[in-house]
């Protein structure tokens, strides 16, 4: 499981968040009215998706996905997310999240109790949608030269 006290798993979690539970989170954060500078205005953009082909593991370019990022300082503590899709308001969101996490903020432990559920709910929807199309799988067998 993803540690959201480590910040490139914390990435990882808020990316998987739920736009509104971010929100929620970030509004109590901003609800003791701290100093809140943007940094980078969230603005969906294209990202090149990179993997690795199975065969001979070299990485490619997929295509390019639609994310939105945004940065804030918050109180001092710089606080970044990039999200999937358009969703201005979770990439918002989600950078108050990162830095309020970072810093320690009062209400860290909750914000770290929303992320890990986030991780928990995404990773069950993996396994499931795992095993819903496990059965499709299809096995090659490779001819090689005995040269």
Known sequence: M?????RSDRFELIA?????????VADQVLAGDPTLDVLQEPRPQLVMQRVVEPVE????????VVVTPAEVSL?????????????ERAALSGAIVDAA????????????AV??????????????T???????TVEF??????L
Request: aromatic share 6%.
């Open 75 to 87: 109180d001092g503590e710089r606080g970044f997310a990039m999200v999937p899709g358009k969703a």
């Open 141 to 146: 067998e490779t001819m090689e030269d005995d």
């Open 101 to 112: 996490v970072a810093d320690g903020h009062p209400i860290a432990d909750e914000a770290v």
């Open 57 to 64: 593991r070299r990485p490619f370019n997929l295509g390019e």
């Open 16 to 24: 998987a968040c739920d736009g509104d539970a971010l929100e929620s």
């Open 115 to 128: 992320l890990e559920q986030a991780g928990e709910e995404y990773q069950h929807e993996r396994e499931q």
């Open 2 to 6: 993803d540690d959201p006290h480590d």
């Open 130 to 136: 795992w095993a819903e199309s496990r059965h499709t």
